[in-house]
Structure formats: structure tokens, C-alpha cells
């Protein structure tokens, strides 16, 4: 895999998904018989060595997004403009923390480490969050918006090749908290009152794109068995095709988004 790479963004952390157009895809995918992996239970999927390792990482990065997430939220509260946007930033924040403390507990039942099962994956999401460091609200809610939503329709994605109790737990944890529909209201409200705040935000949310899929790209290239997962070595029938496929989707996902937002993709 040489242009495509997992979304890090902590978010997903790093807009929680809710059933819409947008994911109507994956939701297709999730309702087709489960087969080979999919169809068994942790128990038996995790004798494979490779599986119970990609599955590890998935859950660290996943944790850790949601971890990143929290944090995200509570520090683009103090650049809200009003309290009654600070109190609604500070719930979804309560959100993501309680998904983090799923993933955790998780972690652990599985014995796996919670803090070593992270640590992978937290520089790559704290380099995307320090280059994308937003310089105002608006900026703020168009990241989370933009990157979580790339997020988690490739965790969803992926989530239908998983064992049953892991998939269930990663689609519980994508969750919409409320942010994605949040951020649209806002945005979209300011670029009625300021037409020329759209092409400042459009050029911003394209950046975002370009680095979480830069960030994303260099996280999978050094996790051989998340690698090996994508491309088919120990999940069931997802090939380099069905890899494009799923890119292809997430893309026009985005461009979705972007007009909601108001925004040319």
C-alpha cells in the first residue's frame, strides 16, 4: 500500500457516525452474511496470532483517538464564543472519554496493555494534531468534523471483518456524540453571515484531509498485522480491489460532508 493509509485523527477520533447516505456502503456491507472471521467470536478468532495482534493495534489506535479526542474537545471549548457552546462541546468530550474507557477495559479483558497497546500510535496522531493546529473556532469544528469523519467510516469499514464481540464494541464506540451535526449548524451559520469565510474553511478542510492520510499512511506501514489485516492476510476476502473500493468510498463520504458544510470538497 503505497497511497492509501488508515485514518488517525482522534479522532475519530478522532464525528461519531449515525446512519445517513454517507455510510450507507458499509452499512450494506454489515447487513451481508458474515463470513470467516466475521462469523466467529473472539474467543476462536483470537487463536490466530496475527488476528489477536491486528486486532490490539486497532483497539490501541482507537483508544487513543478517542483519548486525543477528549482532549481536542475540551481545548476547543475555551475558544467557543458563547457558554451554552461551551457547555455543548464540554458533553461530547464526557462522550469520547467514556469511549476511551470502553477501549481500555477492553484492552485489558483481552490482557493486553492499554498504555502499550497506544503508545504506537500516539506520536503520528499528536504530529496531525500539532500541524493542524486550528486558529480559530470555526477551524476547530471543521477538524473534528472533517477528521473524525474519515476516521470512522474506515474503522467502520474495517469493522465488518472483525469477530463479533470486537465489532460490536468498535461500532458502539462510533457512536455519534452530537458533533457532526454541531459543526454543520455553526459553520454553515457563518458562512451565511460571511460568505468569504467558506473558501478559507475549504482550503482548510482539504489540508486536513492531505495530512491525515499522510500521518495515517507512515502509522501502517510499521504495524505489520494491522497491514497484513487490510490487505487481505487474516481478513476474509479484503483485498488490494476491495481496499480501492473502500478508499472510493470514504472519499466520496468526504465530498458528502463538504457539502453539507457548505464547502467545495
Not at 16 to 38: C, H, L, Q, V
Not at 180 to 201: C, H, M, Q, S, T
Not at 202 to 231: F, H, I, N, P, Y
Amino acid at each position: 500500500m503505497t497511497d492509501q493509509g488508515l485514518p488517525g485523527c482522534g479522532g475519530r477520533a478522532i464525528v461519531r457516525f449515525m446512519e445517513t447516505p454517507d455510510n450507507a456502503a458499509a452499512s450494506a456491507t454489515a447487513a451481508e452474511e458474515p463470513t470467516g472471521i466475521a462469523a466467529l467470536g473472539w474467543a476462536e478468532a483470537s487463536a490466530e496470532p496475527q488476528y489477536r495482534a491486528a486486532v490490539v493495534d486497532l483497539l490501541g489506535a482507537l483508544a487513543y483517538g478517542e483519548l486525543a479526542a477528549f482532549e481536542r474537545l475540551a481545548e476547543d471549548a475555551k475558544l467557543a464564543p458563547t457558554l451554552a457552546d461551551k457547555a455543548e462541546l464540554a458533553k461530547m468530550a464526557s462522550a469520547e472519554f467514556h469511549h476511551f474507557e470502553r477501549l481500555r477495559d477492553r484492552l485489558t479483558a483481552i490482557d493486553a496493555e492499554p498504555t502499550a497497546a497506544m503508545e504506537p500510535f500516539a506520536k503520528a496522531l499528536d504530529d496531525f494534531h500539532r500541524q493542524t493546529a486550528p486558529s480559530d473556532w470555526l477551524e476547530g469544528l471543521v477538524k473534528a468534523y472533517v477528521g473524525d469523519s474519515i476516521a470512522s467510516d474506515f474503522y467502520r469499514e474495517v469493522a465488518v471483518r472483525l469477530d463479533s464481540d470486537t465489532r460490536a464494541l468498535v461500532l458502539a464506540v462510533l457512536d455519534d456524540t452530537g458533533h457532526g451535526n454541531f459543526a454543520v449548524e455553526k459553520v454553515r451559520a457563518a458562512i451565511e453571515a460571511d460568505p468569504r469565510v467558506g473558501g478559507r474553511l475549504a482550503l482548510w478542510a482539504r489540508r486536513l484531509m492531505g495530512e491525515a492520510l499522510s500521518q495515517a499512511q507512515r502509522v501502517v506501514a510499521e504495524r505489520d498485522a494491522l497491514s497484513t489485516m487490510l490487505v487481505g492476510g487474516v481478513a476474509d476476502g479484503f483485498d488490494l480491489a476491495a481496499v480501492g473500493e473502500m478508499f472510493s468510498r470514504i472519499t466520496k463520504a468526504h465530498t458528502k460532508r463538504m457539502a453539507a458544510l457548505g464547502l467545495a470538497a
